[in-house]
Structures are given as structure tokens and as C-alpha cells.
């Protein structure tokens, strides 16, 4: 298969965003010059597809709805990444989607986000998540970033169609993990997550007994948070 399937933007048309309600132009594929395109206002899907004419401005929901309101203007972002302020880095798609997938729990864990950095960008792991998915399934390995300006958004080709990522341009104030040194940064993920599993089992081990549900309520959350984190260290034990 060279490209998507107008199932597929559907899909990511379809992802919950925040206040995805008052967004409704986010929840269907806008048709225009000869593109099929969705957008969550930080990546954007876009797919060469031959659709009818009459459909040329609008924006069509999953089952033929025309759906009433404005498209965002993503003329002025869509950036031509084979011109010589490009060009393309290397991705291994398979443990990006790991990293971020580890990155992810971290977050739903502890509350704390930490960035990914990728060539001089930074972005949240929920973001390069849907990203590296798309990749390991259409087999991409390449990601075309600006050189100099880091704000500006990378570009994955996808046979006929196309992703491009809104980088965060403040996440270099913040904890992150650079990509460039995936390694080194594997290696650190493992010592704290091993810290934290310890930590863990010794507030596990402070329930001698369980006397009421409260405190069986506390005992099954610690629990399961210390599976998550195990099974995190299991998905990085292999590129350590």
C-alpha cells in the first residue's frame, strides 16, 4: 500500500482532542486541491485522494455529514522539506514508539512531563507516539526537519500522503530526553525506573495487613503502577 486510507484520517480525525467540541472543523476531513487533510492543531495528516468536485472546501464526517465550520489556514505552516533548509533524520520508528510509550506512563504516573528532543526540536511523547506508530506501519524511517529553526514543524513522508508535527518550543526549559543520545538516555530512564519500582515495593511492604477497603484501595494502585513501571523496564531491557 503506497499511501492511506481515507479510513485511516478518519481515525485520526476522530482522536479525542481538548475541547474537541468547540473545534468541530477538527473532527472531519477537510477536501481541498486535490488533498484529503485532518488536523488535532498539533499534526497534520494529508493525503492525495480523488474525490468529487462537490466536495471541493468542505468538511465531510464520518458518515457524509457536511460538517459547518472553518477549516484552519495550514497553508502558511505546510513547509517544502526537500528544499535546502531540510533535511532528513534517520528515525528507528520501532524504539521511538517504545521511548514514548515508557515516556507516556511516566507522565500518566507522576504527572510530570518530559519532552523528547529530536534533531533540535522538542515535542511530548504523546504526540511522537502517534507519529512513531504511523511510521513502523508504513515502514517510514525518515523525518525532514528545519536546520536552523526549531520551531518550525518536521515532515514524515508517507507514500502519496503526508504527517507533519508541531514541535513544543518550550520544551528545552524543561526535562527532556534527546533522541540524538537515545543510549545514554535509555540507560538513565532504567536507573529511575528501577528507583522507582523500589521505592514501590518498600510502600508495598509497609502493608503488613490489609484491614479495610481504603487501605486496599491504596495497596491495588501501588500495585498496578509498579506492573506498569516493570513492564516499562522489560520494553527498554532490550536496546540497553
Not at 477538527?26 to 487533510?37: K, L, V, Y
Not at 508504513?138 to 508517507?158: A, E, I, K, T
Request: hydrophobic letters at 40%.
Amino acid at each position: 500500500m503506497n499511501g492511506l486510507r481515507l479510513s485511516d484520517i478518519y481515525k485520526f480525525a476522530e482522536r479525542p482532542v481538548e475541547s474537541g467540541w468547540l473545534r468541530p472543523a477538527m473532527t472531519g476531513i477537510h477536501f481541498a486541491d486535490g488533498w484529503a487533510e485532518a488536523t488535532d492543531a498539533h499534526i497534520l495528516i494529508r493525503e492525495k485522494y480523488g474525490y468529487n468536485p462537490e466536495l471541493e472546501g468542505k468538511i465531510i464526517g464520518r458518515y457524509g455529514e457536511e460538517i459547518d465550520a472553518v477549516f484552519p489556514d495550514i497553508s502558511k505552516v505546510i513547509p517544502s522539506f526537500m528544499s535546502d533548509s531540510y533535511h532528513s533524520i534517520y528515525i528507528d520508528q520501532n524504539m521511538l514508539y517504545d521511548i514514548c510509550r515508557v515516556l507516556d506512563v511516566l507522565v500518566k504516573c507522576y504527572g510530570e512531563q518530559k519532552y523528547i528532543k529530536v534533531g533540535i526540536s522538542y515535542f511530548t511523547p504523546q504526540m511522537l507516539k502517534t507519529i512513531a506508530a504511523t511510521m513502523v506501519r508504513f515502514g517510514c524511517c525518515c523525518m525532514y526537519q528545519h536546520r536552523d529553526d526549531y520551531l518550525r514543524p518536521s515532515v514524515v513522508p508517507l507514500g502519496y500522503g503526508v504527517m507533519m508535527i508541531m514541535p513544543c518550543g518550550f520544551g528545552q526549559d524543561y526535562d527532556y530526553f534527546d533522541f540524538s543520545k537515545k543510549f545514554l538516555g535509555i540507560k538513565e530512564l532504567c536507573l529511575k525506573l528501577k528507583d522507582n519500582v523500589d521505592m514501590l515495593q518498600e510502600q508495598l511492604n509497609d502493608f503488613k495487613i490489609v484491614r479495610n477497603y481504603s487501605q486496599f484501595k491504596g495497596h491495588r494502585v501501588l500495585a498496578v503502577r509498579m506492573g506498569k513501571l516493570q513492564k516499562c523496564m522489560k520494553i527498554l531491557l532490550k536496546y540497553n
